[in-house]
């Protein structure tokens, strides 16, 4: 089973971003704790960063018509962006939502998500492992 990781704006900046908010893990790191999370779970995981709503959007379509599941960690899009929801909204597979930070312990403006309805299930706060988490699940759902 293929899964995709997708990851909006700003979080290839992951390590040296608010490293008090968001850990001292590295995107690169990241690609590499769910690349290996897929090795151990046999499922290939495809992992993706972009800081264009456009292409995301583009990537959830092509994921909506392959049937493809995805763990979306849509950053600050996730806040406000209806045209990410409405593309989520399109999936065919299960979508996971993640976030690194506890969105509800932070500012009041982030505790609200467009994307939380559409998608099967949220995990935040859990720092990076919650990746991890979101892709065991899909495994158990195969
Ligand atoms: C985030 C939380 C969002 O509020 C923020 O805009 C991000 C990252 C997280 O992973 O904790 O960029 O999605």
Request: proline letters at 3%; hydrophobic letters at 40%; one cysteine or more.
């Amino acid at each position: 089973m293929k899964v995709l990781v997708l990851n909006g704006p700003n979080l290839n900046r992951l390590g040296t971003r608010e490293p008090d908010v968001y850990g001292s893990t590295t995107y690169a790191d990241l690609v590499e704790l769910c690349e290996a999370e897929g090795r151990e779970l046999g499922m290939e995981v495809e992992v993706r960063q972009t800081n264009h709503e456009g292409e995301m959007v583009e990537w959830l379509h092509a994921a909506a018509d392959t049937s493809t599941p995805v763990v979306l960690n849509g950053a600050a899009w996730t806040h406000y962006s209806i045209a990410v929801r409405d593309a989520c909204s399109q999936l065919t597979a299960p979508l996971v939502e993640v976030h690194i930070s506890n969105i509800h312990q932070r500012e009041e403006f982030r505790h609200h998500s467009v994307i939380s309805a559409v998608a099967n299930g949220v995990i935040a706060g859990l720092g990076v492992e919650g990746y991890q988490l979101a892709l065991r699940w899909l495994a158990l759902k195969k």
